[in-house]
């Protein structure tokens, strides 16, 4: 650029760059496994009974006793 005879060259002030952030998010899925185990437990309980079965019977004692009042008559 021609500025003409005896014309001074205009001064030229450079200032530092000026740093514009432009920032940009965006979402991501991130899984978390979380396992669950579930255990079933199924308890038996068994009750022993005890029985006591009892049969009754009856008996009859019989005794015979012969006396002789002396001795038999003589036929």
Same mark, same amino acid.
């Given at each position: 650029?021609?500025?003409?005879?005896?014309?001074? *060259? +205009?001064?030229?002030?450079? @200032? +530092? %760059? $000026?740093?514009?952030?432009?920032?940009?998010?965006? %979402?991501?899925?991130?899984?978390?496994? @979380? !396992?669950? $185990?579930?255990? /079933?437990?199924?308890?038996?309980?068994? $009750? *022993?009974? /005890?029985?006591? !079965?009892?049969?009754?019977? $009856? %008996?009859?004692?019989?005794?015979?006793?012969?006396?002789?009042?002396?001795? +038999? !008559?003589?036929?």
């Amino acid at each position: 650029m021609y500025y003409g005879y005896g014309c001074h *060259h +205009p001064r030229v002030v450079v @200032h +530092p %760059t $000026q740093c514009c952030v432009q920032q940009y998010y965006h %979402t991501e899925e991130v899984i978390h496994v @979380h !396992p669950v $185990q579930i255990q /079933h437990v199924n308890h038996m309980l068994y $009750q *022993h009974v /005890h029985e006591y !079965p009892v049969s009754e019977y $009856q %008996t009859c004692q019989e005794h015979h006793q012969n006396i002789s009042c002396g001795a +038999p !008559p003589c036929c």
